[in-house]
């Protein structure tokens, strides 16, 4: 089964998540858009020819699509960046923590103090889950 007819199996690299980021933001771009978004304020960004490849990489892996019909051709994510957040989220919970949703959010309050207001938003959602259940 090929990667680009099982979106569940993707897993963008953290140069194809910086490319994603960019798309996500701007609604689509053109190479040359992407590139200048990830060297905008650095000296040891990725050169256009590595921003061009990973996109072609990136289209034939289902994570973009391209625009052929206009000049220059447009980019847009396949997938959007709250599918592609919880595919990764769910791929990280099955792998590191046994798929236990309770290991997870210990290890991330653990390792990052939550704002008040954080804090409040997770206890929402997880009174929200109590009360789902039968």
Do not use: C
């Amino acid at each position: 089964m090929s990667k680009k007819s099982n979106p569940g199996r993707l897993r963008p690299t953290d140069a194809e998540l910086e490319i994603l980021r960019v798309l996500w933001h701007e609604h689509g771009a053109t190479v040359r858009q992407v590139h200048a978004a990830l060297n905008a304020g650095r000296t040891d960004g990725p050169g256009y020819t590595t921003v061009l490849k990973l996109m072609q990489i990136m289209t034939t892996k289902g994570l973009v699509d391209r625009d052929e019909s206009q000049r220059p051709q447009m980019y847009t994510s396949h997938h959007g960046r709250t599918d592609t957040q919880r595919q990764l989220v769910r791929d990280l919970l099955r792998r590191a923590f046994g798929g236990s949703h309770r290991e997870l959010v210990l290890q991330v309050l653990a390792d990052q103090k939550a704002s008040a207001a954080e804090l409040q938003e997770i206890e929402a959602l997880l009174d929200r889950f109590d009360e789902e259940k039968p």
